[in-house]
């Protein structure tokens, strides 16, 4: 037997022999222990020899301004990365004065120019609603009298201002917003967009009074025209479809006053291109998208 056989395995040997291998403790394999330096400036010393960079006055936050990018986000004209580009680009203005300045901050109360347009911060909104009788739009009305706003109040948080008015016995389509360009589009006098009314009347309409209407009458000296008039289909005759461009009811009620009709009802059936299917009266509704991009373009 050679001695490498004889060896006891419970008295481990050398590495080569097969038997425990101890730690070595050679360079390799040693634990690195990093001495500091002596040259090493300790921590605290170069902490309090080193000067102090001035801390720059935090400005105040105003809860009443915010900063001119997320106004212009908040009115859903675009993001606000987009923003920054149109502001550098000098298209926005704050109170007719061409802002530049990334950071800008504006107040709630301060009119706003978005490539020409005057802009809300807030998204806007649009409402229909299938106005009942006995509300008004009017916003001076007595205490206690019913307004529309309380028809629509649960719909949105935002200022909610109807699209024309309506008195109390009118009924029908009545659009409600805080896009202001919208209200403004659809009141002026000039308008494009049509309105079907159906109109009931005291006593029937004669034919030759219908072809007055549809020819144009002058009533307060100014000529008024309508797009078409007939005669509602299975009704009596004192039920009058008429269509027109206006928004004011008032002027739809004059011309039959003109001609010594009393008007006993005006329901507003369509508005541009809106109409009343599947809202019952006195319920509203959201437009949808497509609906706002048709009256924009209205």
């Given at each position: ?206 034919f030759e009074d219908l072809e007055k209407i549809q020819k144009g ?82």
């Amino acid at each position: 037997m050679s001695r490498h056989q004889d060896n006891d395995k419970s008295r481990p040997g050398s590495g080569r022999q097969g038997g425990y291998k101890k730690d070595s403790n050679s360079r390799g394999n040693a634990p690195i222990r990093k001495a500091p330096s002596k040259f090493a400036t300790k921590p605290d010393a170069a902490k309090s020899d080193a000067p102090k960079a001035p801390k720059s006055p935090k400005r105040p936050s105003n809860p009443d301004e915010i900063r001119l990018n997320r106004y212009i986000s908040n009115s859903g004209m675009c993001s606000r990365r987009d923003a920054d580009i149109y502001i550098q680009s000098g298209n926005v203005k704050v109170n007719g004065v061409v802002v530049t300045e990334m950071g800008h901050r504006v107040k709630l109360t301060d009119v706003v120019q978005f490539d020409g347009v005057n802009i809300t911060p807030e998204k806007k909104e649009y409402v229909l609603l299938n106005k009942p009788k006995n509300f008004s739009t009017a916003g001076d009305d007595s205490p206690g009298s019913a307004n529309v706003l309380d028809l629509v109040r649960g719909a949105s948080k935002s200022n909610l201002l109807p699209v024309g008015r309506m008195d109390k016995t009118t009924t029908g389509l009545l659009l409600f917003t805080n896009d202001t360009e919208m209200v403004q589009k659809f009141t002026v006098p000039n308008q494009r967009s049509s309105k079907v009314y159906q109109v009931s009347l005291d006593k029937n309409l004669k034919f030759e009074d219908l072809e007055k209407i549809q020819k144009g009458l002058m009533i307060d000296d100014h000529k008024v025209f309508v797009e078409e008039i007939t005669y509602i289909e299975d009704q009596p005759k004192s039920e009058i479809g008429i269509k027109m461009k206006t928004s004011n009811v008032k002027v739809v009620r004059k011309i039959f006053e003109h001609l010594k009709y009393d008007v006993l009802k005006v329901d507003r059936v369509t508005f541009a291109g809106l109409t009343k299917k599947n809202l019952p009266r006195g319920d509203w509704r959201f437009l949808t998208e497509q609906e706002i991009i048709n009256l924009k373009n209205a």
